[in-house]
């Protein structure tokens, strides 16, 4: 399964999402490979590395064709091909290319004819650049983390019709899964998250709010700091429970598929 997790409005849990669902997989036995594909390299710190020391990144093999080239992270199982700020002018660099868009699918799909991974983690960018549309091409699936807002529902249109344009034009159909984040037992909370399972939640389409909601808490912004995912720093916390649900829930749909 590839996973690209998407969402062009920043701030909203992308990362964390990333970062911690790749961590539960890889404890559930599952050997998994998360690739950044964000200039800020927010996964690849948060994974413990050094983004001002890396040899070969996530860019070289955007850029220059050169393989995919993963890490081994600190927890058993997970790989990372991690990100630094080269990836910053990748955009403009990669404008003229042909085939721009099918470079990384073309480049996962080299790695996984040698190296057997059972999911493929994509943390994109807070944007509907070139490096989403890799991603985007590259994965089977797309999760979107959604704050508890109506705003964030509105605003959902633009990548929604991103992702009808990408089935026509690239013939990528990708199924869509929702994550509520940041969320408190408000009655506006859980009124959105209701909201959401209406509007959004369509198993026969291909469409699923996920079950778990991701709560607002503390262990979930101090594991980065610390180098790894939730599952290590404080598995026991309300964070790391959900996200150990929310891996429960992607092997679910994975095996119902």
Do not use: W
């Not at 990548?159 to 034009?169: A, E, F, G, T, Y």
């Not at 159909?173 to 998250?193: E, G």
């Amino acid at each position: 399964m590839r996973i690209a997790i998407a969402n062009h409005k920043g701030g909203v849990g992308k990362t964390t999402t990333a970062i911690n669902l790749s961590g539960y997989l890889a404890e559930m036995g599952y050997r998994t490979l998360l690739i950044d594909v964000d200039s800020q390299a927010a996964s690849t710190q948060g994974l413990g590395f050094d983004k001002g020391s890396l040899e070969h990144t996530i860019y070289d093999s955007l850029l220059d064709d050169g393989p995919l080239r993963p890490l081994p992270t600190s927890v058993d199982k997970l790989d990372l091909v991690p990100a630094n700020l080269d990836l910053a002018g990748a955009t403009l660099e990669l404008s003229g290319q042909v085939g721009r868009d099918h470079i990384l699918s073309t480049q996962l799909t080299n790695l996984l004819d040698k190296e057997q991974y059972d999911y493929v983690v994509i943390d994109c960018p807070p944007s509907l650049d070139v490096l989403t549309l890799n991603a985007l091409v590259a994965s089977d699936s797309v999760l979107v983390p959604l704050q508890p807002e109506y705003y964030a529902l509105d605003g959902l249109n633009q990548l929604l019709k991103v992702l009808d344009r990408s089935k026509i034009r690239l013939g990528v159909n990708l199924r869509r899964f929702f994550l509520i984040t940041m969320y408190s037992s408000t009655n506006l909370h859980k009124m959105v998250h209701q909201t959401a399972i209406e509007r959004l939640h369509k198993p026969d389409a291909q469409s699923i709010v996920f079950e778990t909601v991701i709560p607002r808490n503390i262990s979930l912004a101090e594991a980065p700091l610390e180098g790894v995912p939730i599952n290590i720093y404080a598995p026991g916390s309300t964070g790391g429970i959900a996200y150990q649900r929310l891996a429960g829930e992607v092997v679910k749909y994975n095996a119902e598929r």
